[in-house]
Nanobody, 125 residues
Framework: QVEVVESGGGLVQAGGSLNVSCTTSGLNFDQFAMGWFRQTPGGEREGVVCISALGGIKDYAGFVKGRFTISRDNAKNTFYMQMNSLKPEDTGIYYC??????????????????WGQGTQVTVSS
């Protein structure tokens, strides 16, 4: 059984930083791309970032480029996202997901298979 568990998140003021992590079990972590998605209040879930299985390819949505940084530690089955210069519009539930392949095909939900329960990120103005 595959498990995807997010941690981190919380409340921060605008301009601040947060780090979220995602740990998986039940699959060969180093064979799959990983992604973060978010659902903002009143919005649909959208793709934020993706990292390829070995970490060589990183894909960022335009609204986070230059502010968010992703990395992974395959020895620890963990995927990280450092969020800097946070804005109130970054508020939402952040979900980690495993890709269906080793590559970052795109940032659409259909290219990801297993999902975590989400972690809340709140940015106050």
């Amino acid at each position: 059984q595959v498990e995807v568990v997010e941690s981190g998140g919380g409340l921060v003021q605008a301009g601040g930083s947060l780090n979220v992590s995602c740990t998986t079990s039940g699959l060969n972590f180093d064979q799959f791309a990983m992604g973060w998605f978010r659902q903002t209040p009143g919005g649909e879930r959208e793709g934020v970032v993706c990292i390829s299985a070995l970490g060589g390819i990183k894909d960022y949505a335009g609204f986070v480029k230059g502010r968010f940084t992703i990395s992974r530690d395959n020895a620890k089955n963990t995927f990280y996202m450092q969020m800097n210069s946070l804005k109130p519009e970054d508020t939402g539930i952040y979900y980690c997901a495993t890709g269906k392949s080793s590559s970052c095909v795109n940032l659409r939900e259909t290219t990801f298979r297993y999902w975590g329960q989400g972690t809340q990120v709140t940015v106050s103005s």
